[in-house]
């Protein structure tokens, strides 16, 4: 689930590529939140609106990652094992991607576990490809797949 509407046509071929590459048993699926208008607005209210928009759909059964910065890393290796984890759950993960500001308190709350893909920040869209591809290289690495050369 990823904060942002209007995203550039290279951001959503590459996310496309990507998820496009990964098996049924372990679709990805995008979902779009609307960002909250910037007009007259502090940052910890902008953040709140779009929690509270993301937080509207994650049902209580569901397994969620909220990535952030200041998340604990993670390994190819490492994510290849989350990803065996949550397939054996059963239950949907749902990664959250903030917007321009980050995510809310309310949405670390809310998550199961907290990840970070880097301690670089990037720009929120481009999260989608690169969550999308290192999912697809997870998924390899667990299939002896040769994409992945560790």
Excluded at 100 to 114: F, K, Q, V, Y
Excluded at 121 to 149: C, D, K, M, N, S
Aim: net charge neutral; hydrophobic share 40%.
């Amino acid at each position: 689930m990823a904060v942002g509407t209007r995203i550039p046509g290279w951001i959503t071929e590459g996310y496309l590529e990507y998820a496009g590459r990964m098996p049924r048993e372990t679709e990805l699926q995008l979902v779009e939140i609307p960002a909250t208008s910037r007009k007259g607005q502090s940052v910890a209210r902008l953040r709140q609106g779009e929690a509270d928009k993301m937080l509207a759909q994650i049902g209580s059964r569901e397994w969620v990652v909220a990535l952030d910065t200041r998340g604990s890393d993670c390994s190819t290796e490492q994510l290849a094992g989350k990803l065996e984890n949550w397939r054996m759950m059963g239950d949907d993960v749902v990664l959250l991607v903030g917007g321009a500001d980050g995510l809310a308190p309310a949405c670390h709350e809310r998550a199961n576990e907290i990840m970070s893909l880097s301690r670089l920040t990037f720009p929120h869209a481009l999260v989608r490809v690169i969550i999308a591809e290192q999912l697809y290289r997870a998924w390899t690495l667990l299939t002896g797949h040769p994409y992945h050369r560790a």
